[in-house]
Nanobody
């Protein structure tokens, strides 16, 4: 079983910063990739930033230069530093991980329950 827990959401004024954290735990042999997604009211879920084992982080165009994804070596903890926040960044932010589980060595995709980010004055 694999669990993802997000934290760090909240209310922030435009121009402010928040740091989200995702902790990945469970019966994991290896974490291959972790992504931060968001879903605003009435919109589809979108990938905001992603990081792969040994790879270069990727970002959606709207957050480039403002958001930074980082992790520990094994990607057990993946953070999303969000600066210069805008009202359009308001959404529920989800963490998702592609992992290989122990015993079976099957690959699975797991999701957290999300954390709400509200950018408003």
């Amino acid at each position: 079983q694999v669990q993802l827990v997000e934290s760090g959401g909240g209310l922030v004024q435009p121009g402010g910063s928040l740091r989200l954290s995702c902790v990945v735990s469970g019966s994991i042999f290896r974490i291959n990739a972790v992504g931060w997604y968001r879903q605003a009211p009435g919109k589809e879920r979108e990938l905001v930033a992603g990081i792969t084992l040994g790879g270069t982080p990727t970002y959606t165009n709207s957050v480039k230069g403002r958001f930074t994804i980082s992790s520990d070596n094994a990607m057990n903890t993946v953070d999303l530093q969000m600066n210069s926040l805008k009202p359009e960044d308001t959404a529920v932010y989800y963490c998702s991980a592609d992992v290989v589980v122990v015993r079976t060595f099957h690959g699975i995709n797991a999701w957290g329950k999300g954390t709400l980010v509200t950018v408003s004055s």
